[in-house]
């Protein structure tokens, strides 16, 4: 377990602002993350992290749980709900998410 708080690894584009997004402790941002409105980061278990890679983008409303990976360059579109990893460079949409 690193902390108490998130880590933020580089850059952290968020054009709508901090509207409504919820990130837990234990989650990892990369660089050049953008993460819009109304997202929700959350965990599962405390001893695990979550990491989102290097330039993922996290559409608005999106729901991350179970403490998942989202590859590099991945794209969680609008209103979904992940609750498993995401490859590098796949875009997932849906609920439950899935690559498309």
């Known amino acids: 377990m690193r902390g108490e708080c998130c880590e933020i690894d580089g850059r952290l584009i968020l054009p709508h602002?901090?509207?409504?997004?919820?990130i837990a402790r234990n989650?990892?941002?990369g660089k050049n993350v953008t993460i819009y409105q109304?997202?929700?980061?959350?965990?599962?278990?405390?001893?695990?992290?979550t990491i989102i890679g290097d330039?993922?983008?996290i559409g608005a409303g999106a729901v991350?749980?179970?403490n998942v990976k989202i590859g590099e360059n991945a794209r969680v579109g609008a209103n979904a709900?992940?609750?498993r990893d995401v490859p590098s460079s796949a875009t997932v949409v849906g609920v439950p998410a899935r690559v498309i």
């Not at 602002?17 to 919820?22: D, S």
């Not at 980061?41 to 992290?49: D, L, N, S, V």
Request: proline share 0%; hydrophobic share 50%; charged share 15%.
């Open 81 to 83: 709900v992940v609750t």
């Open 55 to 57: 330039g993922a983008i």
């Open 64 to 66: 991350i749980l179970n």
């Open 17 to 22: 602002g901090l509207n409504g997004i919820i």
């Open 38 to 49: 109304h997202v929700t980061i959350a965990e599962e278990c405390r001893e695990k992290q």
């Open 27 to 29: 989650v990892v941002i």
